[in-house]
């Protein structure tokens, strides 16, 4: 991925069609600390969703995206599999009021709880997943005095939210589309993805959206014959959306080109906003967070194995905002970063990208070359 440097900014990419609006960000590269001999490498990118945050709830949802980093790379430094620690992040993001996702969820028409995720280890190509998982309600809110204030807030949306429906006005929710989602690579450059979801707010029971079905919702494959790069991939938006567009698997695909950045551009624009399969619709809503790696040698040269792990990764989406975070097993803390739209862009029909790359070096380096660089979002 060619990465400039320089100052963060924002600049407008020409389009094939006048109603996508690119934004490419470019990137200044910064320096974290050594990588402390011994320790493991390896990296975690997490999303609270791709929808509406408000500035007020700013401060939260960037809190929820660096619990679920640190969850990650603490599994990632004992040693635990891309999977575990993917699962790891996971929890942390299900557990939060502010993510519709687990105890957070939406309601659907009967005021109850039904969550769709899964997870795919890029290994073994192992996909797991559930759809419709209910078991959850208002009363395991109560139970927990912090969700109190949550709990009553849901309880009297649903009640306003129902009459309108029965009063047969469109209901516009922004907080419906905020789906959670991680992507990892482990020591040893396995990736695993995961992604889970409370679905649409009011939807009918048993509704199944993108984030319990195989290609939509999440995506991992490691390096192979035909596969140059291993990627992970994690969705979010209008699970119709991205259930027609098999969005996950798209990304995954277009990512084994040399130029990440361009392939996820062209794919967002033409894959997923100009796709024929949304042409009647008005606005095409959806994010995804990508990750790409491959081994290299900083001596191409030298006979010894490949120990240098690059890392590519990305955000994108056609909603007004998503909330991303990521770490790595050296940095000292998680960065988070709300990606928004620029003025005038139009949801629906706009697209945001951003993204960094990182070299991480295995503990058994020369400690010349054991530092990590890092070009990233500010």
């Avoid at 957070?104 to 998982?133: P, Q, R, T, W, Y």
């Avoid at 204030?149 to 922004?174: C, F, G, H, P, Y």
């Avoid at 990521?326 to 990606?339: E, L, R, V």
Wanted: hydrophobic share 35%.
């Amino acid at each position: 991925m060619i990465m400039e440097k320089g100052l963060s900014s924002v600049g407008v990419l020409p389009s094939k069609s006048s109603q996508v609006t690119a934004v490419k960000v470019v990137v200044k590269e910064s320096e974290t600390k050594q990588t402390q001999r011994g320790k493991r490498v390896g990296f975690v990118l997490v999303h609270a969703g791709a929808g509406y945050h408000s500035e007020s709830k700013a401060k939260e949802y960037k809190h929820v995206c660096k619990r679920a980093c640190q969850k990650a790379i603490e599994k990632l430094q004992a040693g635990a599999l891309a999977t575990d620690a993917v699962t790891a992040a996971l929890i942390e993001l299900e557990d939060s009021p502010f993510t519709n996702a687990g105890l957070g969820s939406n309601l659907n028409l009967l005021g109850e709880i039904e969550c769709d995720a899964s997870i795919m280890d890029g290994k073994s190509l192992n996909f797991g997943a559930v759809g419709a998982l209910s078991g959850f309600s208002l009363a395991a809110f109560k139970r927990n005095k912090r969700k109190l204030e949550l709990a009553e807030k849901v309880e009297t949306d649903l009640i306003q939210l129902k009459k309108r429906r029965q009063s047969n006005e469109k209901v516009i929710d922004s907080g419906t589309l905020d789906t959670v989602g991680a992507v990892v690579v482990d020591q040893e450059g396995n990736v695993a993805a995961a992604v889970s979801s409370g679905g649409l707010a009011l939807k009918h029971p048993g509704r199944v959206g993108q984030a319990a079905l195989y290609g939509c919702g999440c995506w991992a494959e490691n390096t192979g014959v035909h596969t140059p790069y291993s990627t992970a991939v994690s969705t979010s938006g209008c699970g119709e959306h991205l259930v027609r567009t098999i969005l996950a698997r798209e990304c995954s695909c277009a990512l084994q080109t040399e130029d990440a950045h361009q392939a996820l551009l062209e794919t967002m624009q033409n894959k997923f906003i100009g796709s024929p399969f949304l042409a009647n619709e008005d606005g095409v809503l959806g994010g995804v967070i990508v990750l790409r790696s491959c081994r290299y040698s900083t001596e191409p040269e030298s006979s010894q194995e490949k120990r240098t792990l690059l890392v590519e990764f990305l955000w994108s989406h056609t909603t007004e905002s998503m909330c991303v975070g990521y770490m790595s097993a050296q940095d000292g803390k998680a960065k988070t970063h709300i990606s928004r739209l620029p003025p005038g862009a139009v949801a629906g029909q706009s697209v945001a990208i951003e993204g960094g790359v990182c070299r991480l070096e295995s503990p058994e380096s020369r400690a010349a070359d054991s530092s990590l660089h890092c070009k990233e979002c500010e």
